[in-house]
């Protein structure tokens, strides 16, 4: 089982609607989770760091952590075109990334 | 905020000579930084781990003296893509964290190479 998986999208939704983009993680002892939004031909950046189980709101964006069930999610709302781009989830020190997820939010 | 710059952002070389691709950490101390290589469409994947003051850890299918990495001060690490071919064209990107463990990643703008 890899450590951190990822819903493999492609994953489209209409403008102003919710993206949800879901992560899952195997180790219980993690602690530190991290959102990173890679545009296409850009280098990846930062959009949300989460510690504590719970929600973080940060604008349109939302974090969701859940230790119990080990997932961590990103909520997109009011989703926007220029929100179109792959999502990276990533856990404690993490250095490697897979596919991320895909979205497309169509106009 | 963290930031890491990355130079040159992009780059044309002729097939056989060698670039180098420069990645600083302009207010934080990298001890270690990452180098990464992407290619159209694919993964972000994770060549080497530059470590200051000692050797780089390659990841398996990296080849090492190929990919030089040098990392000789707590704010600079250096690329150097030896011999460079035309399957070598790629957007390389570095990463480094702070010193402080369970901090994100931040990441240089990337070089995109193409080789000739």
């Known amino acids: 089982q890899k450590e951190v998986e990822q819903n493999s999208g492609p994953l489209s939704v209409p403008e102003g609607a919710i993206a949800s983009l879901n992560c899952t993680y195997s180790?219980?002892?993690?602690?530190?989770f991290f959102w990173y939004r890679q545009y296409s031909g850009k280098s990846p950046e930062l959009i949300m760091s989460?510690?504590?189980?719970g929600d973080k709101e940060d604008g349109r964006f939302t974090a969701q952590l859940n230790k119990a069930s080990q997932y961590v999610s990103l909520l997109i709302r009011d989703s926007q075109p220029s929100d179109s781009a792959t999502y990276l989830c990533?856990?404690?020190?993490?250095?490697?990334f897979g596919a991320g997820t895909r979205l497309t939010v169509k106009p | 905020g963290a930031v890491v710059s990355q130079h040159p952002s992009w780059v044309i070389c002729k097939s056989g000579t060698s670039v180098k691709i420069e990645c600083r950490s302009l207010?934080?101390?990298?001890?270690?930084m990452f180098w990464y290589r992407q290619f159209p469409k694919q993964s972000l994947m994770l060549m080497a781990t530059?470590?200051?003051?000692?050797?780089?850890?390659?990841e398996q299918g990296v080849e090492k003296d190929k990919f030089l990495i040098n990392h000789a001060s707590l704010t600079l690490s250096t690329l150097t893509v030896t011999s460079a071919h035309p399957e070598d064209s790629s957007f390389y990107i570095c990463?480094?964290?702070?010193?402080?463990?369970?901090?994100?990643?931040?990441f240089g703008n990337g070089t995109r190479l193409t080789v000739t």
């Open positions: 530059s470590n200051e003051g000692s050797k780089a850890t390659y």
């Open positions: 207010d934080f101390q990298a001890t270690t």
């Open positions: 990463s480094a964290r702070d010193s402080t463990l369970d901090t994100p990643l931040h």
């Open positions: 180790d219980r002892g993690s602690q530190s």
């Open positions: 990533a856990v404690n020190n993490d250095m490697r």
């Open positions: 989460i510690y504590s189980n």
